[in-house]
Each structure stands twice: as C-alpha cells, then as structure tokens.
Nanobody
C-alpha cells in the first residue's frame, strides 16, 4: 500500500503564501497522477490540482488557477502545492491523493485513494 503524509499548512494572512508537501512511501508513487483536494467545514471535498506521473501535465480548479502551482519530485517521492495570493475562501483541510488509474480521466475525490490525514490551511482576512 501507499502511505501519504501532508504537511506545510498553517495560519496565514490574506495575500500570503504557503507551500504544502505530500510525502509518499513505497515504490508506487510514480505510477499514476497525484492530486490535491480540499474540504472546508460544511462542504464536500473538492478538487484543487493534479499532476501527471512525469509532471508534464497539470490541471487546476478555476478558483485557484494562476495562484497555485502543483509540482512533483519523484526522486523524493513528494508532490508540492505552492499557494500564493491566498484568500479566506481557501481555508480548508488540504489532502493529497493518488489516482487509482492512469487514464488521466475524471478528477473526483472517488477517483483518488490513499488519502493522508490532511493539513489545515487557515487564511485570515
């Protein structure tokens, strides 16, 4: 099995930046795409960004496009989410997951697995 651990969250003022990390154990990290999702209180878990196996293709939710950047370092078994120009609406628990197939298809939470415990991001106004 793959184990994912998120880190890097914290409290930041609106307009600030944070860099999240997702460290994966095991040898299957490179197999399929990796994604970042977030869940705010009272809301469903939603897609934020994803990156292909080799990092050549990325995809972002419209709400974060131009502000967030996803990247991965397979040598370190780590995927990152650089978050700039943070807004209070970005406040949520952020999770990383591994796609359960390699077809670069749907990006629903149910299309990903091996969720970590999440890291809290709080953006103050």
């Amino acid at each position: 099995q793959v184990q994912l651990v998120e880190s890097g969250g914290g409290l930041v003022q609106a307009g600030g930046s944070l860099r999240l990390s997702c460290a994966a154990s095991g040898r299957t990290f490179k197999s399929y795409d990796m994604g970042w999702f977030r869940q705010a209180p009272g809301k469903e878990r939603e897609f934020v960004a994803r990156i292909s196996w080799r990092g050549s293709i990325t995809d972002y939710a419209e709400s974060v496009k131009g502000r967030f950047t996803i990247s991965r370092d397979n040598a370190k078994n780590t995927v990152y989410l650089q978050m700039n120009s943070l807004k209070p609406e970005d406040t949520a628990v952020y999770y990383c997951g591994k796609a359960i197939s390699g077809d670069w298809g749907a990006k629903r939470p149910t299309d990903y697995a091996y969720w970590g415990q999440g890291t809290q991001v709080t953006v103050s106004s």
